[in-house]
């Protein structure tokens, strides 16, 4: 970053440290080395990105009220991880975020990297689906996983996002969220957000995985009435109220390392109960898609491995791997 983008960083660090009170012109234009004139140039500057400032003759200026924005200056400093998003990339526009950590991997960015963007020009979904990411509405992130993993495991990390958001919108804002195999996290039977990992391998190990989860936010009703292939909603629908992104972004993050660690430490079977609790599907009879296959059976449950066990009318259980459930009973 040049000198001259940090100093409007430091000014809004100033105007934050006095907390609600005005900061002098001068006393900023002193503390940052520059002329007062340039001091009203960053201050527009922090407005363009939508900080309220507030600036008073003889007073100076104060901040009155911080943008939703997902920039590392609104997120860093209340993290609490101990290895998740310390190598924080932020983009307020990129084609898709999944493909950008892809390229950070390759480049050699550390374990437990993030990209997050504000606007996605080509978000991408399973089997290459469209994922529709409005400017500063959802969150759209990546996560760099560098732990060499046994390749069957991959997929599991799919199942550590849903959990640690499910969780979240459990906790923080007492939804009842639940998770619709594989990668889906609903609310209502409506999904609220969608997670797609893509993994590089040697042989039987994983080099590295990037898991990436599209969460709709602040997405009004009409943004949500689709063309989708499954009927979707946002939190701001189901809460009645607008949320702040950082929370939900911050939330997320902390129980995403701390899923992550449980399952590195006990494995993907001590996450199961939990994800067995949450699913929105268990004893429910769906229908489930794959290739030119649909096959019509009850959920009994997820298999140690992450397969959807499914109950065939002929009383045999099935494993399913991969695929889409595009019914589910007494569904939307
Ligand atoms: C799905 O429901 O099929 C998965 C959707 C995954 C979307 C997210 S948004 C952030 C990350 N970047 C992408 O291009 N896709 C994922």
Redesign the pocket.
């Given at each position: 970053m040049s000198a001259a983008k940090a100093t409007h960083l430091e000014i809004l660090r100033l105007l934050r440290q006095s907390e609600g009170s005005f900061v002098s012109g001068s006393v900023l234009a002193e503390k940052v080395a520059i002329s007062r004139p340039g001091v009203w140039k960053h201050i527009n500057r922090l407005k363009q990105m939508g900080y309220e400032v507030q600036s008073r003759p003889r007073r100076g200026y104060m901040l009155v009220a911080v943008p939703d924005s997902l920039a590392p200056g609104e997120i860093v400093p209340d993290l609490a991880t101990g290895w998740l998003a310390h190598s924080y990339h932020y983009l307020p526009t990129i084609?898709?975020?999944?493909?950008?950590?892809l390229i950070l991997a390759a480049e050699g960015a550390p374990h437990g990297a993030l990209?997050v963007?504000e606007q996605?020009t080509?978000?991408?979904?399973?089997?290459k689906?469209e994922?529709m990411?409005h400017p500063n509405r959802?969150?759209?992130?990546?996560i760099l996983l560098r732990d060499l993993l046994p390749i069957r495991v991959a997929p599991q990390s799919s199942f550590i996002g849903a959990l640690a958001l499910v969780k979240m919108l459990r906790e923080e804002f007492g939804i009842a969220a639940s998770i619709k195999w594989p990668?889906?996290v609903l609310i209502g039977g409506r999904?609220v957000?969608?997670?797609?990992t893509e993994t590089q391998s040697d042989q039987d190990f994983t080099r590295f995985i990037?898991m990436?989860?599209?969460?709709n936010v602040n997405h009004s009703r009409e943004e949500m009435a689709g063309p989708f292939r499954?009927p979707a909603t946002s939190i701001a629908i189901e809460t009645g109220l607008a949320v702040k992104r950082q929370k939900v972004l911050l939330g997320f993050l902390h129980r995403f390392e701390r899923e992550y660690e449980r399952f590195l430490g006990s494995g993907f079977s001590a996450l199961l109960p939990e994800i067995e609790q949450y699913s929105e599907m268990l004893g429910k009879t769906i229908t489930v898609v794959y290739g030119n296959r649909q096959i019509v059976g009850k959920a009994a449950g997820i298999s140690a491995e992450g397969a959807l066990l499914l109950l065939r009318e002929d009383g045999s259980q099935e494993p399913v791997w991969a695929g889409d459930v595009v019914r589910i009973e007494g569904g939307v």
């Open positions: 084609g898709s975020t999944n493909d950008y950590a990209v963007a996605q080509e978000g991408r979904g399973r089997l689906r994922w990411s959802g969150i759209y992130l990546s990668n889906d999904k957000a969608g997670i797609l990037v990436g989860m599209g969460i499954y």
